[in-house]
T-cell receptor, first 115, second 116 residues
Framework: GDSVTQMEGPVTLSEEAFLTINCTYT??????LFWYVQYPGEGLQLLLK?????DKGSNKGFEATYRKETTSFHLEKGSVQVSDSAVYFC??????????????FGPGTSLSVIP | GAGVSQSPSNKVTEKGKDVELRCDPI?????LYWYRQSLGQGLEFLIY????????KSGLPSDRFSAERTGGSVSTLTIQRTQQEDSAVYLC??????????????FGPGTRLTVL
């Protein structure tokens, strides 16, 4: 079945460092891809998404590009801030296959940014 | 409020007791989802509602778990005869559920269940 794999955490970075969180997926169809973020004490929120190959999702300085050839959707940010400390989840949804928006999540990567 | 709300925020119960977890979706959202987030695990899909019916219950881990939705709005997840392995954060999400497009899911803050 469809699945999502992402890099193990926790990841600790200094403020203003470059961030990459790797994400790869396995899917038989053409899924939409997402990054969700969970800030401490808060619910999950959609960070960005891409619905087809070569699309780039971006939000709050974060970017991810849908790479079908490598089945990847790596999350990047050029200069992280302390406020970016959170758990990041890569996810996919294949509405064509399931006929509804069933989302399959990766295990999450915890990011801590220190001043 | 404008977002998805869940209650209680925390629930501690004894093994063998039944618990009910409540989700109030965003008004007008026809689709509702329950997920479970266990320590060290990812988010595990439990059940999907479209209106009051549940076309996909495939993620419910055992027959001790059930869920219902009434009036196309509030949903209740019930766990009977709780076990320690049921301890987790239970998340609810809702979306517009419109056909033909990807509908963003909006998540509630979750209910943290601890079974002693």
């Amino acid at each position: 079945g469809d699945s999502v794999t992402q890099m193990e955490g926790p990841v600790t970075l200094s403020e203003e460092a470059f961030l990459t969180i790797n994400c790869t997926y396995t899917a038989t169809g053409y899924p939409s891809l997402f990054w969700y973020v969970q800030y401490p004490g808060e619910g999950l929120q959609l960070l960005l998404k891409a619905t087809k190959a070569d699309d780039k999702g971006s939000n709050k300085g974060f970017e991810a590009t849908y790479r079908k050839e490598t089945t990847s959707f790596h999350l990047e940010k050029g200069s992280v801030q302390v406020s970016d400390s959170a758990v990041y989840f890569c996810a996919l949804s294949d509405r064509v296959k399931t006929s509804y928006d069933k989302v399959i999540f990766g295990p999450g990567t915890s990011l801590s940014v220190i001043p | 409020g404008a977002g998805v709300s869940q209650s209680p925020s925390n629930k501690v119960t004894e093994k063998g007791k039944d618990v009910e977890l409540r989700c109030d979706p965003i008004s007008g959202h026809t689709a509702l989802y329950w997920y479970r987030q266990s320590l060290g695990q990812g988010l595990e899909f439990l059940i999907y509602f479209q209106g009051n019916s549940a076309p996909d219950k495939s993620g419910l881990p055992s027959d001790r778990f059930s869920a219902e939705r009434t009036g196309g709005s509030v949903s209740t997840l019930t766990i009977q005869r709780t076990q320690q392995e049921d301890s987790a954060v239970y998340l609810c999400a809702s979306s517009l559920g419109l056909a033909g497009g990807n509908n963003e899911q909006f998540f509630g803050p979750g209910t943290r269940l601890t079974v002693l």
